[in-house]
């Protein structure tokens, strides 16, 4: 089977769109396109560019090493032939544990041990991109993440020490995670990358969404649910809600527009098209929802069942758009919003419910579409955070802002890792936040004048390449 089209360009967008429709507009036409075909047409048209295009600042974030990127998660995933299959890691899965139930010798499984890196490294290193956390209700000692590439990690003493038991899972890039309130072992898990592949935007790189899954056993064991999807179908889900109202309820909302269950995920029903990046309950009645389009905030008072768009204006077709609501005035509802590309966000605020927005400010989300997340203080109505290559911070309620990290200041106390795709307070505090990053998972206990990495011993790193010596099998690179 051929690579896809539609793959081929949504892995080839980047953040300087005119410029890389000169050279996808030199991909052979009137064939099935393989990986080789693109290879060659990029690396033609780059051999002509002047000068000023290898520097290292253009190298470094520009489209040669987007490109670079892309083309290194895609080869060993090709045939000899250039060409791909995006669902064999399924069809595999499911030939393994068959193969298992068709053979005596069912328990034989091979000694596969982890050989690291298990702390994090230094120099500003880290130990992998993280897209989620959230807190076990009524435990907030108890942390799980996802990653991109690394499956579901626990940590049940704050974060000090982590643990994960999904590595055979045949799809291990998490986007979301939700928890049943009233029995914590329901849990369920959005699969794939809500930061890669999306189509007219700066990043590509991670894996399309198997759709939801589901444990019965507090994480033990997972199955999939009633909403799943096929790799070629190029599905990424965003965000994952779980009713505390009537946990049966769940909302799942993603490229492919809003999906509600009413019955723990057995089945579900498609009730709003579109895309939607982000949604969130009102923080004093979970029937009322709220949910981001590219464009338009739209608002549910049935638990999902129906939406109706408030016409806010506050997209221009081609945004994201991150959304924040808090305990401390549950008629709040901030919105940031990126234009998909650019490094300032415009923030929009209600303090109506919804029923209309105001924009307020702006502020800083480093690199647009992988960086526009929100967090708002669930004691404090002023207090906001959003991360792009550093942490900011308002307490004004989104009229202005102050960096309270700094990504290049490793070894230094205000380090964090750049690249920042979730925000969470610790619930019932003011000051101690946790953010996830490209490089793991990091706290502050100060309100953000100081951070510490607490990813030692997760083990999430997405690997291009890996060399062993021929004549000393302890060197490993």
Request: glycine fraction near 10%; charged fraction near 15%.
């Amino acid at each position: 089977k051929t690579l896809p089209l539609a793959l081929c360009l949504c892995g080839l967008v980047v953040s300087q769109i005119s410029v890389a429709q000169e050279w996808i507009q030199n991909l052979p036409k009137n064939k099935e396109l393989t990986f080789f075909d693109i290879k060659k047409t990029f690396e033609d048209y780059w051999r002509i560019q002047p000068p000023f295009a290898t520097d290292e600042a253009r190298r470094k974030d520009g489209e040669y090493a987007q490109f670079m990127r892309w083309a290194k998660f895609i080869e060993p995933r090709t045939y000899p032939s250039g060409n791909f299959d995006p669902n064999i890691l399924w069809q595999e899965y499911h030939n393994y544990f068959s193969d298992k139930r068709n053979t005596k010798n069912a328990t034989a499984m091979s000694a596969w041990v982890p050989m690291g890196p298990t702390a994090t490294p230094g120099n500003g290193g880290g130990v992998g991109r993280i897209n989620v956390m959230r807190f076990m209700p009524s435990n907030s000692n108890t942390i799980f993440i996802g990653a991109p590439n690394g499956g579901l990690w626990e940590s049940t003493d704050g974060g000090n020490t982590w643990s994960s038991n999904t590595d055979l899972l045949p799809n291990i890039s998490i986007a979301d995670i939700a928890i049943d309130p009233s029995n914590t072992n329901n849990m369920y898990l959005a699969t794939g990358d809500g930061y890669g592949y999306e189509v007219g935007v700066p990043f590509w790189g991670g894996t399309y969404s198997a759709g939801i899954l589901k444990s019965t056993d507090g994480g033990a064991t997972w199955n999939s649910t009633g909403l799943s999807y096929s790799q070629t179908q190029y599905n990424i889900i965003n965000r994952l809600l779980v009713n505390p109202l009537n946990p049966s309820v769940l909302l799942a909302c993603g490229r492919d527009g809003i999906h509600r269950s009413n019955d723990g995920g057995t089945t579900w029903t498609a009730v709003q098209t579109g895309t939607f990046f982000d949604m969130e309950f009102n923080a004093s009645n979970a029937n009322t929802v709220y949910a981001a389009s590219s464009n338009d905030i739209y608002k549910s008072t049935n638990a999902g069942a129906t939406w109706t768009a408030l016409s806010a204006g506050i997209g221009t077709g081609n945004s994201r758009v991150a959304l924040a609501v808090t305990p401390a005035n549950a008629l709040i509802i901030d919105a940031l919003v990126c234009d998909g590309t650019g490094t300032i966000g415009a923030l929009f605020k209600s303090t109506n419910g919804g029923t209309s927005f105001a924009n307020i400010g702006t502020a800083d989300i480093g690199y647009g579409y992988y960086n526009t997340i929100l967090a708002a203080s669930p004691t404090d109505v002023n207090t906001l955070y959003t991360s792009g290559l550093d942490v900011s911070k308002s307490t004004d309620g989104g009229v202005t802002w102050n960096t309270v990290s700094d990504w290049s200041a490793w070894p230094n106390s205000n380090y964090d890792h750049a690249d920042g795709h979730d925000l969470q307070f610790l619930p019932g505090s003011n000051t101690t936040v946790f953010t996830c990053n490209d490089g793991g998972i990091f706290k502050t206990t100060d309100g953000g004048s100081t951070w510490n990495d607490i990813s030692s011993g997760i083990s999430i790193a997405q690997f291009y390449r890996l060399g062993c010596s021929a004549t000393n099998p302890n060197f490993v690179y």
